[in-house]
């Protein structure tokens, strides 16, 4: 990029799909009135002890063994020392030099192929609580509910060299967390949440420039626009002969900008000691075989046997494992029709459009692949048409009726009698003898004109390709 080596590195939080908060009994349920879901643990009060949620590590073991990480048998909890009003203790219990997991790789397609992004580190921590700034009044509030909830953090190695590899990797990692159902992936409502480190050098050069921290990034849209902001003005800083400072920056959506929060932080700056109210966990190899056995199908394993097995293009697989429960509802029609592709195809095209304008997930979806496939099934027997079908289908994800109570409910379905379709077809091509003489004479494009004529005169219900062949036939007698 203009003589320069783009380095960046991605830290991405994510929260855990527990009932319970890391270390106390506290509700993880969002939506909650402030500050109830709260304890003297998660507050932070004196003689209050933290207890470690079992479940937690469960979850960070799974995410690790997907990702080929080395689980440690022996890990501990530090103290981060800071101090916000988000931050009940003073302290936040994260983990530092003995992490659950370190190691381990994501492999993202890019446009020279495969790209493995190695991973540093998995490690487990609490959550802070949530400052609400009122905009009609200079005062802030603070929530706690927040504070306590089990987040694993997901630490990249520096290893993307564009803002497209980032969002890629991104994409994949959201993916598999969900996959694992470990966490529901949602950006905008912060249970993904993702800062980046990035810094550029001249070109082939072995020494890393100054980096800095972006944060306040709540999809992926935002993702690649931050970046792509900051590679830029690195690039002009040091063009200017200037010097980039160590910081971190927030993302303005709205102005398309970054703006300076604070100078970056050093590991020192938070004073790491050893977590005193906790114990190392012992972590042994039946405990990891366990959770290795509730490891489900992995996104990128799940893409390639679709393509194996059913012979789909690498778009089709991409969009129909985009959700773990997409890819079970597809499975589950192709088991009850034969017919891979078409089957794709609707729920590329038909189910997805329906999905987006109800605003739901496939789970909540009115259409059981029972439904689909009968209503497929009507198109191949040549009852519907595909014109028809859409129809119909649209009613099936209003009402949830089948495709044969709608077809016989409305009393339609397609005309494909040969008898019938000869005598309609006859009486248009009597009635218009000039365009027959025109097809006789070479003028075969006309053939069109009959067969919309047919349909036209069948309220649309012929078959069109029966009604193409049959004019066709009497055309050519």
């Known amino acids: 990029m203009n003589g320069y080596d783009v380095v960046i590195g991605l830290e991405v939080h994510a929260q855990l799909l527990t009932e319970s908060k890391v270390f106390c009994g506290c509700s993880t349920t969002s939506g909650l009135a402030p500050n109830t879901s709260t304890c003297p643990v998660c507050m932070g009060m004196p003689g209050a002890l933290p207890v470690l949620n079992r479940k937690v590590v469960d979850y960070g073991i799974r995410l690790g063994l997907a990702v080929g990480s080395r689980i440690a048998r022996t890990c501990v909890f530090a103290r981060k020392n800071y101090f916000y009003p988000d931050l009940p203790k003073g302290y936040q219990i994260t983990q530092y030099e003995s992490p659950l997991c370190e190691g381990g790789s994501i492999d993202v397609e890019t446009k020279e192929g495969i790209k493995k992004i190695g991973i540093t580190r998995i490690h487990m ?36 060299t564009d803002t497209k590899q980032a969002v890629a990797y991104l994409r994949e990692l959201r993916q598999i967390l969900m996959y694992l159902g470990i966490c529901d ?89 050893p977590e005193p109210d906790l114990v190392p966990v012992r972590i042994d190899d039946a405990w990891i075989e366990d959770v290795r056995s509730t490891l489900p199908e992995l996104p990128a394993e799940r893409r390639a046997r679709f393509r194996k097995r059913y012979g789909l293009p690498a778009y089709d697989t991409g969009v129909l494992t985009q959700s773990r429960e997409l890819a079970d509802y597809y499975e589950a029609c192709v088991g009850m029709l034969d017919a891979p592709k078409e089957i794709s195809n609707w729920i590329m095209t038909e189910v997805m459009r329906a999905l987006n304008e109800q605003g739901i997930s496939i789970t909540d979806f009115r259409v059981s692949p029972e439904m689909l496939t009968g209503l ?35 009393g339609v379905g397609q005309i494909s009698d040969e008898e019938t379709l000869k005598a309609v077809a006859g009486r248009i091509i009597d009635a218009n003898p000039a365009e027959a003489r025109k097809y006789r004479s070479g003028k075969t494009g006309l053939l069109g004109f009959f067969v919309g004529q047919v349909m036209k005169a069948t309220q649309g219900e012929a078959n069109p390709k029966l009604a193409s062949r049959i004019v066709k036939e009497l055309l050519e007698e």
Not at 128 to 140: Q, R, V
Not at 394 to 409: F, L, N, P, Q
Request: net charge negative; hydrophobic share 30%.
């Open 376 to 410: 497929i099934a009507l198109i191949g027997r040549g009852r519907i048409s595909g014109s028809m079908a859409k129809e119909v289908f649209a009613e099936m994800a209003s009402t949830g009726h089948s495709a044969e109570e709608i077809v016989s409910s409305r």
């Open 125 to 160: 921590e609490e959550d802070a609580g949530k400052t609400i700034h009122d905009e009609t009044a200079p005062y802030s509030y603070v929530d706690y509910n927040r504070a306590g909830v089990p987040l694993l953090e997901i630490v990249s190695e520096p290893g993307m």
């Open 185 to 273: 992936g949602s950006m905008e409502e912060g249970s993904l949440r993702c800062d980046a480190n990035v810094s550029v050098k001249k070109a082939g050069s072995s020494r890393y420039g100054t980096r800095t921290e972006l944060k306040n990034m709540n999809s992926f849209r935002n993702v690649q626009k931050a970046l792509e902001f900051e590679i830029e003005r690195h690039i002009q800083i040091l063009e200017s002969g200037g010097r980039v400072e160590q910081e971190t920056m927030l993302w303005n959506p709205s102005k398309g900008v970054t703006v300076p929060m604070r100078s970056k932080e050093e590991s020192h700056d938070y004073r790491y000691f």
